[in-house]
């Protein structure tokens, strides 16, 4: 390992053993008791892994495979636990993508992405003059688009679940009315959020998350009642004790008390979809991913195919010119986003082009290998036919060896920032993810064309990438992270962090990541990702470089060289690992 690498690791393995002691202390009065897994920032394990952004969470989901469920399973309980105790992007207001690899059959993936109202059309952000009303898509009633987390969550285990729903459901219930302790995190981000709560809510008395008598404080225990009868009704009657009756009822009161457009009618025609995944191979590795109407898919098999044709292990992490070619490839690959992609059932997404290998490689012959590319001259493949960053990820392998990666997010953080009166959860807000006006970028400067208009029943393009590998037909990882625009380019870098930088689990999500997207025209490093001299020559090479916060949540499973799990939860958030 070089150097840089090394330090890069210490400094970041260092910050993930200090969370470590701190939650194993704060959760030791935890809702649950230890019994035969192991927990923390990383873990190895012989038969079963869940990682997710909350220790609540983890706990749930792997309690529920020591029990005797399954994959599916896990992730049903994983997801309504998120829901309850990592409320900036666990929900049942919003939606996201599953993918599923079974031990015995094909590999599955499941669309439950948000769509627009039926009331919804495309010029609906923009005043008389075509200038977009600032803010509308991104706060109140009228950003959220139909849910779709409980409807993927119920149509997964209908199809592959093996334990009864009720129960997969019951921890998160009990973690709503017993109520759960809060991190430090947890606790300054409700305060830093208690104004907005405010300014977007009905009735400041009933929100869950705001403290009118004093500010939040590490150890205070989040009780929420509304949601736990939501979570009760949703036990007892399935997909209908959501999308009809009183949670239904409470939802659409709420949306048209702030003058939303979902109506009773757009809760019942949601259905989640089965997708095709996007297939594809690195360097030997079989690599699974979402299709539209998540980008995700695509643009990684883009960026894969393309560095395929060049050396970057032997270049070396981080090193000026592994940053540049990465930076060369990932314009390319954003701009093609930009132009073509959106969801497949409205606009007919010329996949099989962006994916051709002639194609690509034009791509990566357009490439300077010691000059930065203009984005201005770069254009999206011409055809003659026509995401704060608080989204959630988690990844589970059960003792059979079935694996599920699953993106979900309301959007940015705490979504449209509305709970529901009287059912205690947030909606999304994720209309802002649809080109509210072609050329205009939405909250994370991601730009869009008609293939990503607003349209009835539409759903809103992704960045999501929840993704599976296998090698040699044998299952290699799991992988997903949240991050808005950066969520592509973070599971690139993990896999290339493994693959072509040869780290394991823990380095290849703790490592520093850097981010370029075309437009804005920077590379974006987190802190301290890249040192002052690899800067200089990148410089020098003519990219601009902005530095920036933490990019990803990475929460991943790796099976290393000896068949053992290796759970790692990012060391940039609250993220937790466990399996036995």
Not at 47 to 71: D, F, L
Not at 99 to 125: C, H, N, Q, T
Request: with cysteine; glycine share 10%.
């Amino acid at each position: 390992m070089s150097t840089k690498r090394i330090y890069s690791y210490q400094f970041h393995m260092v910050r993930g053993l200090i969370l470590v002691v701190f939650i194993s202390q704060f959760f030791a009065c935890s809702v649950f008791e230890s019994k035969n897994y192991k927990e923390g920032k990383t873990v190895f394990a012989n038969k079963a892994m869940v990682v997710s952004a909350h220790p609540e969470a983890t706990r749930v989901g792997i309690e529920v495979i020591e029990n005797g469920g399954n994959a599916i399973d896990a992730m049903v309980a994983v997801h309504f636990a998120l829901a309850v105790v990592y409320p900036s992007a666990g929900n049942i207001g919003g939606g996201g993508f599953m993918i599923y690899r079974p031990v015995d059959g094909e590999v599955a993936s499941l669309d439950f992405r948000e769509k627009a109202p039926l009331a919804a059309f495309e010029e609906m952000y923009q005043d008389e003059n075509g200038e977009i009303i600032e803010g509308l898509s991104l706060a109140g009633p009228m950003a959220s688009g139909v849910p779709g987390s409980v409807a993927g969550m119920i149509q997964a285990h209908g199809k592959y679940g093996s334990l009864p729903l009720k129960d997969l459901i019951a921890p998160a219930y009990k973690l709503a009315d017993k109520g759960f302790p809060i991190t430090e995190k947890q606790a300054n981000n409700y305060n830093h959020y208690k104004t907005v709560f405010i300014a977007h809510n009905q009735d400041s008395t009933n929100i869950p998350l705001v403290r009118l008598d004093r500010e939040w404080k590490e150890g205070d225990v989040l009780v929420q009642k509304d949601l736990a009868m939501t979570l009760k009704r949703i036990q007892e009657d399935g997909q209908d004790g959501f999308y009809k009756g009183e949670t239904a009822a409470l939802l659409v009161a709420e949306m048209k008390a702030g003058n939303g457009i979902i109506e009773l009618e757009d809760l019942t025609k949601y259905k989640a979809k089965w997708r095709t995944p996007i297939v594809g191979d690195y360097r030997g590795v079989k690599v699974y991913s979402m299709g539209p109407p998540s980008s995700g898919g695509i643009a990684l098999m883009q960026l894969l195919k393309m560095s395929a044709h060049f050396p970057l292990g032997d270049l070396g992490f981080h090193q000026a010119e592994t940053i540049h070619l990465m930076t060369e490839m990932e314009r390319r690959v954003y701009a093609d986003r930009a132009e073509h992609l959106g969801d497949a059932d409205f606009w007919e997404v010329p996949k099989d082009d962006l994916l051709d290998d002639g194609y690509l490689e034009s791509r990566v012959r357009q490439i300077n290998s010691t000059y930065a590319t203009d984005s201005e001259e770069v254009l999206a493949m011409n055809f003659d036919h026509q995401e704060s960053e608080e989204t959630t990820h988690y990844s589970i392998v059960d003792s059979t060896g079935n694996a599920v990666s699953v993106t979900t997010t309301i959007n940015s953080g705490y979504g449209s920032k509305v709970f529901v009166t009287g059912a205690g959860f947030l909606m999304n807000n994720e209309m802002d993810d649809f080109s509210s006006k072609p050329g205009v970028p939405n909250v994370y400067g991601l730009l869009g064309g008609k293939a990503n208009a607003i349209q009835a029943e539409k759903r809103m393009l992704s960045a999501m990438t929840p993704t599976i590998l296998e090698k040699e037909g044998k299952l290699f990882m799991v992988v997903g992270t949240p991050g808005g625009s950066t969520i592509i380019t973070s599971v690139y870098q993990t896999i290339l962090n493994v693959i072509d930088h040869d780290m394991n689990m823990a380095e290849a999500v703790s490592s520093g990541r850097i981010h370029h997207q075309w437009k804005p025209n920077f590379i974006f490093p987190e802190k301290d990702a890249i040192d002052e001299a690899t800067k200089s020559i990148l410089e020098s090479m003519g990219h601009s470089i902005k530095e920036r916060g933490n990019i990803g949540r990475v929460d991943a499973i790796l099976v290393n060289a000896e068949g053992l799990l290796e759970g790692a939860g990012d060391p940039r958030g609250d993220d937790w690992a466990a399996g036995f």
